[in-house]
């Protein structure tokens, strides 16, 4: 056996380097987890492979004497490390960012081939006949050399695609792809020195090992970081096809021009340069074929999405413009609205609303036929766009508003609420039925109405309101009038409401119930309502500055009551004119008691406590329950005019309910006004019940300010009529009888509270037929 130079026994020694390279990666092969650890040991396997194909070739050579060329152990070396290689390669491609997707990494493998079929072919021209550059050295002797070379040439292809198409961050991707054609490159000088017996060769490919080995070890500690897509295959450059296309040409024209001929290595390189474009062209339009039906997909997906309402599912307003287009005008709309679902999201929260709103869309969809189209427009306003008559309609919208009613089943307990609907079948459907249920809005929800032609003119002339009532205070078109409020049965004048009129120079008279709740729903009733209070205030601070008796009470708008100070701006009035607090009355309706009981109370208390009076107004046509009436903190109870002009009862007795609302009111402990009193029998049937306060047409009209003072001229000197706060009956009084005559020959006996004025005047158990005038508002 021939005695090893030093230059393979150092070649030996620096293999041996690539041990530790190969321990490294298996102990981050064994430490990492997730898609990691798959690459790792994969590039664990093919560095131990090559190391030791690499270890066993060298050995072989320097314990073998057998000459140059070593065809069988170069053959074996070769396989060995190509196989070492090939592994090194499938675990640079599995990699966390080297692709995102088995498709991808067969891109950047078919991509990588033809950079690699170009290199082949470049290497092939410059070595063969008749270039030859390397001469002698030119290792045709060894076929098995070709197999690492191949190796070698795709992996430099690789490192070149992943260089241009990886996943950013690509530094640590790229980092391993290229520590492996270190390795390919060590391979075949490895294999080919073996054959050859070049030592120089040897040396330098057993340096190239190691070296490769530890910049793939270096790189994969970080190659598990996340990554992000670089975008999807079809805007990436075309470089990698037109570079290795360029290169072929021109290596294959020099070749030939030099006089070589086109062998099957050639043929091999080419084949493998047509296949790869072929199959990566194809793969390229399977993609685009792919995206395209992605971005169809997608584009019908989102198109859905435009014409839908994601919290019910229904149609929005586009998917209803849609199917009003697709309809051809022979279509019925029903406009619906929930009466009352502002409440539910401020007092129950916008989830409760929210699941409302959803059990809404429900509701509808169970009640619809084929081809009805539902929609939700926006907050709480839907649609039904319908086939068929306007009577159907009509039909269907009333079972619609039966099915709407019914209450709400939720976690925290029930919701019960109403609908309002509107119908239209011409004309634009959309304005129509909007303008159907506002109609219905107005003439008190939870109805049905179908549009008429006077519609329009109802909307332009609302919002000629609108326009005009935003001027209406600067060009002092306001104007108040006084009603008088007398004492019963004297017909005293104690007291008087502000009544706001509008005299517009175009409209003419604007009758209140039209423009007030314009001026609610435009947002103006804060500034009118602040007006009207500054000037009741001015002129009852003129009147008393003139020695009359008389309080001033004026409405009070929901909407002002819940103002943030509205407290504070009465007093601020009050003390700007110097008005005793006691004379003015804010009387707010008996339809505000259906909102927030908590929250009303806390601002009537607020009110109270700057020492103005609170009137309940038209009590007996609302909402209210006796349960409330004990909580309120209101001084006046304002019987309403349809309790005093009721007719008979089965008794024979006229207005009966009088009698028990005074009778009520005087047990809770509060004074009595009934308004709308028009003759003289409504009078006497008040006087009767024992109401100590009258308003109506039988004691005047509003009138301007001059004219109640007028009236309360011939009242200067007599006492003061001033309304004072709710007292409490005396627990411990007993109860006293009282006859009343209800007529010629008819009494009835009633009970006489501790609160009536008439009390006082019995003692005992006597029983009278008559009592003494009731005392003014403000004396008892």
């Not at 092939?124 to 690492?148: E, K, Y």
């Not at 969809?365 to 766009?385: H, K, Q, T, W």
């Not at 001015?538 to 009551?561: I, T």
């Amino acid at each position: 056996m021939q005695s090893p130079s030093g230059v393979e026994l150092a070649g030996l020694a620096i293999v041996l380097v690539a041990v530790p390279a190969v321990a490294v990666l298996a102990d981050s092969g064994r430490r990492h987890t997730g898609p990691a650890r798959r690459a790792h040991l994969l590039l664990a396997a093919g560095g131990a492979v090559a190391t030791a194909a690499a270890l066993a070739g060298v050995l072989s050579a320097l314990m073998t004497d057998t000459p140059p060329p070593r065809m069988g152990l170069g053959a074996a070396v070769a396989l060995g490390m190509a196989i070492g290689t090939t592994v090194l390669l499938a675990g640079t491609a599995a990699l966390p960012g080297a692709a995102e997707s088995a498709g991808a990494a067969v891109r950047h493998l078919l991509d990588g081939l033809i950079i690699a079929a170009a290199l082949w072919l470049a290497g092939w021209t410059l070595l063969t006949s008749p270039t030859r550059i390397l001469g002698d050295h030119t290792p045709m002797a060894c076929p098995s050399l070709l197999l690492p070379a191949a190796v070698a040439v795709i992996s430099l292809g690789l490192t070149s695609e992943l260089m241009l198409h990886a996943h950013r961050p690509r530094r640590i991707t790229v980092r391993v792809a290229g520590g492996v054609s270190l390795v390919a490159i060590a391979a075949t000088g490895i294999a080919g020195s073996i054959c050859q017996d070049w030592p120089l060769i040897e040396m330098l490919s057993a340096v190239l090992l190691p070296a490769g080995l530890f910049v793939i070890s270096r790189a994969v500690k970080a190659a598990d970081r996340p990554v992000q897509p670089i975008g999807n295959v079809v805007e990436r450059n075309r470089a990698y096809a037109v570079f290795p296309m360029a290169v072929i040409v021109t290596a294959l024209g020099y070749h030939l021009a030099r006089g070589g001929s086109f062998d099957a290595y050639a043929f091999a390189g080419a084949a493998v340069e047509g296949f790869a474009l072929v199959a990566r062209q194809y793969l390229a339009l399977t993609d685009v074929r792919r995206y395209t039906l992605q971005l169809g997909q997608r584009e019908a997906h989102f198109r859905e999405l435009a014409h839908t309402d994601p919290l019910t599912g229904l149609a929005n307003r586009r998917g209803l413009q849609r199917a009003l287009r697709e309809s051809g005008g022979s279509s019925v709309l029903v406009g619906i609205d929930l009466d009352g679902f502002k409440t539910v999201n401020d007092m129950r929260g916008h989830d409760v609303g929210d699941a409302v709103l959803s059990e809404v869309g429900d509701r509808l969809r169970r009640n619809l036929l084929d081809g009805d189209v539902a929609a939700r427009l926006g907050g709480d306003e839907f649609a039904i766009l319908m086939r068929g008559s306007a009577d159907e309609a009509m039909l269907t919208a009333h079972r619609l508003l039966a099915v709407l009613g019914e209450p709400y089943e939720l976690d925290g307990g029930a919701v019960f609420l109403s609908a309002s609907l509107g119908v239209a079948d011409t004309g634009q459907l959309l304005r129509d039925a909007d303008l159907a249920l506002r109609y219905a809005k107005q003439r008190g929800k939870n109805r049905v109405e179908r549009y008429q032609a006077r519609y329009d003119e109802l909307l332009r002339r609302r919002g000629t309101l609108v326009s005009e009532l935003r001027h209406a205070i600067d060009r002092d078109e306001f104007r108040l009038v006084f009603q008088p409020v007398v004492a019963l049965p004297s017909m005293r004048l104690v007291g008087a409401e502000a009544l706001l009129r509008w005299h517009h120079p175009r409209l003419g008279a604007v009758r209140p119930d039209e423009f007030i709740p314009v001026a609610e729903e435009s947002g103006l009733i804060n500034r009118i309502g602040s007006w009207v209070l500054e000037q009741a205030c001015r002129q009852l601070a003129e009147w008393l500055s003139r020695g009359h008796d008389v309080w001033v009470s004026v409405n009070l708008s929901p909407k002002e009551l819940h103002a943030a100070d509205y407290a504070g701006q009465v007093a601020d009035v009050l003390a700007t004119y110097g008005v005793p607090a006691q004379r003015l009355v804010l009387e707010v309706t008996e339809h505000a008691v259906a909102t927030d009981m908590e929250e009303l109370i806390s601002r009537l208390a607020e009110l109270r406590a700057t020492g103005v009076r609170i009137a309940l107004d038209d009590f007996g046509a609302g909402y209210s329950s006796l349960g409330q009436l004990r909580t309120l903190p209101v001084d006046i109870l304002k019987i309403d005019h349809a309790l005093v002009a009721e007719p008979e009862s089965r008794t024979g007795t006229a207005a009966p309910l009088v009698d028990v609302v005074v009778r009520l009111g005087h047990r809770l402990g509060l004074e009595v006004l009934a308004e709308g009193i028009g003759t003289p029998a409504q009078r006497a049937v008040v006087e009767e019940a024992g109401c100590r306060l009258g308003q109506g047409s039988l004691f005047g009209w509003g009138v301007p300010a001059e004219h109640l003072e007028a009236q309360l001229q011939t009242l200067r000197g007599r006492p003061a009529a001033v309304p004072v706060a709710a007292k409490e009956a005396p627990r411990d009084a007993a109860p006293r009888s009282q006859v009343v005559m209800l007529g010629p020959g008819m009494r009835q006996l009633r009970a006489l509270l501790p609160t009536d004025p008439a009390f006082e005047a019995l003692s005992g158990d006597q029983n009278v037929g008559s009592v003494d005038s009731p005392r003014e508002m403000g004396q008892g």
